[in-house]
């Protein structure tokens, strides 16, 4: 069946560092990924998507790239602000069948100024 | 306005009771989901309708009982309930066979005492 591995948490940053957490994935086909990101007593937004391999989603200067290759989807952001301070949720879906999403376990994220 | 509604927010009830928890959408989505967050964080998928017809349950007790009366309103039942029932409860709804993400509601936190 589908699976989503992500790096474990927690991880704890300084104001304006380099930030990666690792993502990847087990699935049939050819799944649509997704990173969703909780604040703190909020619930899910999704935070960037990409639907074929080699497609890089991006927002808030966040970037994430779909390998085929490495079945990876890893998440990156240049410099990490107090405010990014979240909970980390990667996701894959199938466009064949009901598409419910398969989540990751999670990556807490705490940004310290 | 909201896109995708649930109620209530918080939900504090002792064991053994019954209780219910509604989620609308406004987006014009055919599916709507029910997923369960435990206390780690981890997200799985519970239920999910499309135009009314039930086409995910996965393996979750019989005193759990979703209710579609249309495509943009998913509620769910919950019997009996117990301890391990304490979790964060989120709605979502997305458009079957489309790569676009899933829409989640702000989530319903049940506390069962």
């Known amino acids: 069946g589908n699976s989503v591995t992500q790096m474990e948490g927690p991880v704890t940053l300084s104001e304006e560092a380099f930030l990666t957490i690792n993502c990847t994935y087990t699935?049939?086909?050819?799944?649509?990924l997704f990173w969703y990101v909780q604040y703190p007593g909020e619930g899910l937004q999704l935070l960037l998507k990409?639907?074929?391999?080699?497609d890089k989603g991006s927002n808030k200067g966040f970037e994430a790239t779909y390998r085929k290759e490495t079945t990876s989807f890893h998440l990156e952001k240049g410099s990490v602000q107090v405010s990014d301070s979240a909970v980390y949720f990667c996701?894959?879906?199938?466009?064949?069948?009901?598409?419910?999403?398969?989540f990751g376990q999670g990556t807490r994220l705490t940004i310290n100024p | 306005d909201t896109a995708v509604s649930q109620t209530p927010k918080y939900l504090v009830t002792q064991m053994g009771n019954d209780k219910s928890i509604k989620c609308e959408q406004n987006?014009?989505?055919?599916?709507m989901y029910w997923y369960k967050q435990d206390s780690k964080k981890f997200l799985k998928i519970m239920f999910s309708y499309n135009n009314k017809e039930l086409i995910i349950n996965e393996t979750v007790p019989n005193r759990f009982s979703p209710k579609s009366p249309d495509k943009a309103h998913l509620n769910l039942h919950i019997n009996s309930l117990e301890l391990g029932d304490s979790a964060v409860y989120f709605c979502?709804?997305?458009?079957?066979?489309?790569?676009?993400?899933?829409?989640f509601g702000d989530g319903t936190r049940l506390s069962i005492l």
């Open positions: 990409a639907t074929k391999a080699d």
């Open positions: 987006l014009g989505h055919d599916t």
């Open positions: 699935a049939t086909g050819y799944p649509s």
């Open positions: 979502a709804s997305g458009d079957r066979g489309s790569n676009q993400p899933q829409h």
């Open positions: 996701a894959l879906s199938n466009i064949q069948g009901a598409q419910k999403l398969v």
